[in-house]
């Protein structure tokens, strides 16, 4: 029985941590601090800094429409990199992900976006089999296809995802990253996809993000 114990006391207490945050915020005891901006910045001639930006783009949903960063506008949301085809990291990091999908589904200011690494597969109607087996809602969960030269610079550019030592151009962008981009465009938050503790950490890490524009206003 104290086996037992010992080896749910660490997932225990890393599930602690995010929601004991979320319940201080909920409570108006507001004591965190603010997440912090990734990437790097520079400092402009007034004295202000300049952040790490995502690049706007342009690429289609599973639905055949058209997304953009104006599609975001006003929103926070969460990014990653798979392949419908892959049979390794993907399914597991998107069902986790999926969490995301059920904790703020109906929000106005929150949204996910699934970007393919194999846009030649991956189609519009592979995309919308691939929507309907992960139970995704496609006004709030966009998986995007494209051109690939855009979609691989997007990913290193803008997201900072690391080539992987070793592999090849294909296998690049075969990342587990789940990325928290905020209002204005800027990362606030890497996590792995593939440990579902490390999602509720992400879940509770973007009550407190949206919480930081309730305090703006």
């Given at each position: 029985?104290?086996?037992?114990?010992?080896?749910?006391?660490?997932?225990?207490?890393?599930?602690?941590?995010?929601?004991?945050?979320?319940?201080?915020?909920?409570?108006?005891?507001?004591?965190?601090?603010?997440?912090?901006?990734?990437?790097?910045?520079?400092?402009?001639?007034?004295?202000?800094?300049?952040?790490?930006?995502?690049?706007?783009?342009?690429?289609?949903?599973?639905?055949?429409?058209?997304?953009?960063?104006?599609?975001?506008?006003?929103?926070?949301?969460?990014?990653?990199?798979?392949?419908?085809?892959?049979?390794?990291?993907?399914?597991?990091?998107?069902?986790?992900?999926?969490?995301?999908?059920?904790?703020?589904?109906?929000?106005?200011?929150?949204?996910?976006?699934?970007?393919?690494?194999?846009?030649?597969?991956?189609?519009?109607?592979?995309?919308?089999?691939?929507?309907?087996?992960?139970?995704?809602?496609?006004?709030?969960?966009?998986?995007?296809?494209?051109?690939?030269?855009?979609?691989?610079?997007?990913?290193?550019?803008?997201?900072?995802?690391?080539?992987?030592?070793?592999k090849t151009a294909e296998d690049?962008?075969?990342?587990?990253?789940?990325?928290?981009?905020?209002?204005?465009?800027?990362?606030?938050?890497?996590?792995?996809?593939?440990?579902?503790?490390?999602?509720?950490?992400?879940?509770?890490?973007?009550?407190?993000?949206?919480?930081?524009?309730?305090?703006?206003?």
């Amino acid at each position: 029985m104290a086996a037992r114990w010992k080896r749910l006391a660490v997932p225990l207490i890393i599930l602690a941590f995010p929601v004991a945050f979320w319940l201080i915020i909920s409570r108006g005891e507001n004591h965190l601090k603010r997440l912090p901006v990734i990437g790097p910045a520079d400092v402009a001639a007034n004295g202000d800094t300049i952040y790490h930006t995502i690049a706007d783009f342009s690429l289609t949903n599973q639905e055949g429409k058209v997304i953009t960063q104006a599609d975001l506008t006003g929103k926070i949301y969460v990014a990653n990199f798979f392949f419908a085809t892959c049979p390794t990291i993907c399914p597991k990091m998107n069902e986790n992900f999926r969490k995301v999908q059920q904790e703020f589904k109906g929000s106005n200011d929150v949204r996910m976006v699934s970007y393919t690494v194999d846009p030649e597969q991956d189609s519009v109607p592979a995309l919308k089999a691939y929507a309907e087996k992960m139970y995704a809602d496609n006004s709030f969960w966009w998986f995007l296809t494209g051109n690939k030269d855009s979609i691989y610079t997007l990913a290193r550019e803008s997201y900072l995802v690391p080539a992987a030592s070793g592999k090849t151009a294909e296998d690049f962008f075969h990342s587990d990253q789940l990325i928290l981009i905020d209002k204005e465009k800027r990362i606030r938050g890497l996590y792995d996809g593939m440990d579902p503790y490390a999602v509720d950490t992400l879940i509770a890490e973007m009550k407190v993000l949206l919480h930081e524009y309730v305090e703006e206003k």
